[in-house]
């Protein structure tokens, strides 16, 4: 068995109450962070897990809702942040005034930016990157279902590395160690990006944005424009965990439509192909948030900076954030695809 740690997990999503709940059924300690209202269910209701078609159920998890309750309770060895990219700022306002004294943050966020805001606030030295690359789904709150289990990726620069995928290796997940960060960050990204912020702007699934000819060949561009900032970094993609990132990049660069479209919408069936991505669940939740600007909006600011154009990756930004802010009317492109793209023709050069 793996040495035991003491683990705090920021949020209890989908992704935050599979690792946490995980790592508790294999005897880690965990305690978990989260809004009252969510935290007072939590504590009440307990936790529950359905994976590989199995149920679990753990009650009485110790939540909080204030990080300074959180501290009180005990000291942590990780922190697990696994909050939406857009709420890493709220996070670390929160955790400021103990910065000294926190453990270092197993970053499992989407994005390629949020690891160096932790970093402004904490310090580089406490920062591991990670993703996770399996699916999960969340039916309520602190209730998962494991959909497809693929594996978590960690950044193998850090002391606790090790020790950490230890763990999660010993609570029965795929863990690779990554020697190169922004390589598992930014192959995790273009996964991330195919078909979902027009899925979410159309309200079409992702194998009928990739089964329509011209949605597709938006999905290339704005594929190909990730690549190319990739490119001028020098960061080459990785295979991740169960998910061969090497070979999708390499269909979206050299083969012409007529070859890929299969191929990438077979990926894409893989995952999901049937299921509404997260742009689209969170443009419908009432929020008013959106991760599309954290995703696209990090390869529009990374191309700036680099002199590559990214076009495509700014209109679908521009165009979701309208949508998530009220801009633009919820249904302006609502099953409207000629209409989608009869607009992006008249901003975007050669669409």
């Known amino acids: ?19 946490g709940s995980s790592l508790m059924l294999h005897g880690q300690k965990v305690v978990f962070l989260e809004q009252p209202d969510a935290a007072a269910q939590l504590s009440e209701r307990g936790l529950k897990l359905n994976i590989g078609g199995q149920d679990y159920r753990i009650l009485h998890p110790q939540v909080f809702s204030t990080l300074m ?31 000294a004294n926190l453990p270092p943050v197993l970053c499992l966020q989407n994005g390629v930016e949020n690891e160096t805001t932790i970093a402004s606030v904490l310090g580089k030295h406490r920062v591991i990157a990670a993703t996770i690359t399996s699916s999960v789904r969340r039916r309520a709150a602190g209730d998962i279902v494991l959909e497809r289990s693929r594996g978590v990726g960690i950044s193998a620069g850090h002391p606790l590395s090790s020790a950490i995928a230890a763990a999660l290796s010993d609570a029965e997940m795929n863990v690779l160690l990554f020697s190169s960060t922004m390589a598992m960050k930014w192959s995790k990204m273009l996964t991330n990006l195919l078909a979902n912020a027009s899925s979410a702007i159309l309200a079409m699934t992702p194998l009928e944005i990739l089964s329509h000819p011209g949605l597709y060949r938006l999905e290339i561009d704005q594929l190909r424009e990730a690549i190319a900032v990739m490119r001028a970094q020098h ?16 269909i979206v660069q050299h083969l012409p439509p007529i070859y890929s479209q299969p191929l990438l919408s077979h990926f894409a069936g893989k995952g999901r192909g049937q299921k509404m991505p997260s742009f689209y669940l969170d443009l419908h939740s009432g929020s008013g948030k959106s991760e599309v600007d954290y995703l696209n909006g990090a390869v529009v600011r990374f191309g700036e900076r680099l002199g590559i154009p990214t076009p495509v990756n700014l209109w679908l930004n521009q165009t979701l954030l309208s949508l998530t ?27």
């Open 1 to 19: 068995m793996a040495s035991r740690l003491n683990w705090l997990v920021y949020g209890a999503g989908a992704i935050g109450t599979y690792i």
């Open 69 to 99: 309750d959180a501290l009180a309770f005990s000291t942590y060895d990780v922190i697990i942040f696994a909050l939406k990219s857009y709420d890493t700022i709220n996070a670390l306002q929160s955790m400021r005034p103990y910065a």
């Open 235 to 250: 960061i080459h993609p990785v295979n991740l965990p169960d998910t061969p990132v090497r070979s999708f990049a390499w």
């Open 325 to 351: 802010t009220g801009s633009l009317p919820l249904d302006k492109y609502t099953h409207h695809p000629e209409e989608f793209l009869g607009d992006a023709h008249l901003l975007i050069p050669n669409a």
